[in-house]
C-alpha cells in the first residue's frame, strides 16, 4: 500500500498494505509513525488529537500485524500463480478484487477511530484538508499529462507501466519496451477517469466531514456515514461512469496479460522470487512482537 497517499480514510489504513509490501523491511514497524505524520500534514493535529491517532493506530497496527499479514500472504500466492501463468485477464481482475476486499476489511476494522477523529476537526482543518488535496490533484494532473493530450498521456501510462513492469519481471529489452509502447498506445490512456473517479471520492469525503463539522451528529451516525462512503468509494453509482471505470480495468488487466506473455523464462523467475521475498518477509513480520 502507499504510504498512506490516498484519501483520509481507506488511502489511510490501505497504505498500511502497500508499505508492507514495497518497504517492508523499512516501513512497517515505523507505520505508526509514518501514519501520523501523513494525517498531520494533512490536517494540523492538535496536541489532544495527535494522542488520540497515536492510541487509536497502535490498537490498529497490532490488530494488522496479528490478522491481515498472514492474509496478505494468501494474497500473494494467488499473484505468484499469477506470474507462474499462463494468465487471463479474468485471473488479473480477479487479483485486483481481492487486493479491494482486503482494503475494505482495514477499513471497516478501522471506521469507527476515524469515526472519533472527525468528531473532533474543526473547519479550518477540513478547509487545510482541502487545500492539500487541490495541490496534490494539481501533481497528479502534471504527472498524468492531463493538459498535453492523448500522445502525451500515453507517454505518461507507458512510463508508468515499464516503472512497475521491471519492478516484478526485470529490465525489459528494446524490443520488449517498443513492444510494450505500441500496446499502450493501441489503449484508452485511463488517466482521465481516474483523475475525475479522485475527485469524486475527495468531493464526497470533504461533504462527509462537513456534514460531521456542522450537524455533530452521535458516533453511531458518523460511524454509517463512513461505511456508507467505504462502500461507494471503490465504484462510481452513475452507471455510464460506472460502465466506463469497468471498462478501463478490464482493459489494464488484458494489457498485464499481454505484459506476462512476452517475458522470458529468466524475467518469470525474476517474478516469482520477488514473491517469495513478500512472502517471507510478510511472514516474518506477522511473527514479530
Known sequence: MQRFARHLILA???????QACSVVRLGYGNADSLARWWIDQYLDLSPEQDALVRERLAGLLAWHRKTQLPDYVTLLRQGKALAAGPPTAGDALALGDSIIRRVQVLAEQATPDVADLLATLSPAQIDRLAARFADKNVEFAKEARLAEGTAAQHAARYKRQLERAEYWFGDFSGEQEAALRRMVEARDPGAQIWYEERLRRQRELLDLMRQVQRERPPRERIVA???DYIARFDLPADPAR??????VRRDTAELTVAIHAMMGPAQRAHALQKFDDLMHDLTELAKAD
Do not use: K, M, N, S
Not at 489511510?12 to 502497500?18: K, T, V
Not at 460506472?242 to 471498462?247: I, K, Q, T
Open 242 to 247: 460506472l460502465a466506463r471505470v469497468r471498462a
Open 225 to 227: 456515514l463512513l461505511r
Open 12 to 18: 489511510l489504513f490501505a497504505g498500511l498494505f502497500l
